[in-house]
Every structure is written in C-alpha cells, then in structure tokens.
C-alpha cells in the first residue's frame, strides 16, 4: 500500500523538544520531495518545512520555524525526519508529511501539543 505514516508527536512543554517521523511505504521514497505541514484547532493546514528528493540538498523552512526545527531524510530507512527544537504554544496542532508532486491522501497527522 502506497502511505505515508506519521509518529513522534506528544505533549512537551514551552522550550522542549520532539522528533517527529515520517514513514514511506509502497514507493520509493528517494524520487519525492517530502513536505512537513501542520494544522492548529480552527485554523488552516500549513506548510512547515520540505526537503528536496534524492539526497536532500535543499532544504525550506516556514519564517516561524527557522532557527528551531530541522528536516532531514534517511532515505534506506524509508523515512523523514522533522526534528523540532526550542517548541513554542503556538507549535500546537496535528503534523503530516506528504510527498510535493503527487501528493498522497493525507494520513491521521500525529498531535504536538506545547503547554506547561
């Protein structure tokens, strides 16, 4: 089955830290590029971050997230990583990957949830 699954998420407190991974199954992971998006409560799906195919070379961040969160890609592992650091109240919010250029159906997201 071609999927994409996310895990890592959970409840951290204002300035902790969390890696988040994103599992490819059924295809092979090296031809896509893999976005990071998030979705707050009441709010809007987001991009958060996207790591070129192949090696990864290029690499974007969303201006809120730069400086605190890195993505990367094990690529014999089949998976993405979004290591998030330095986590804020506003980090809240239900995380998926998805490929960029012919996207999946979005799976269930894993929660982050920052709060003291």
């Known amino acids: 089955q071609v999927q994409l699954v996310e895990s890592g998420g959970g409840l951290v407190q204002p300035g902790g830290s969390l890696r988040l991974s994103c599992a490819a199954s059924?295809?092979?992971?090296?031809?896509?590029?893999i976005g990071w998006f998030r979705q707050a409560p009441g709010k809007e799906r987001e991009g958060v971050s996207c790591?070129?195919?192949?090696?990864?070379?290029?690499?974007n961040y969303a201006e809120s997230v730069k400086g605190r969160f890195t993505i990367s890609r094990d690529n014999a592992r089949k998976t993405v990583y979004l290591s998030m650091n330095s986590l804020k109240p506003e980090d809240t919010g239900v995380y998926y990957c998805?490929?960029?250029?012919?996207?999946?159906?979005w799976g269930q997201g894993t929660q982050v949830t920052v709060s003291s």
């Open positions: 059924g295809f092979t992971l090296d031809y896509y590029a």
């Open positions: 998805n490929r960029v250029g012919g996207e999946l159906p």
């Open positions: 790591i070129s195919s192949s090696d990864g070379g290029r690499k």
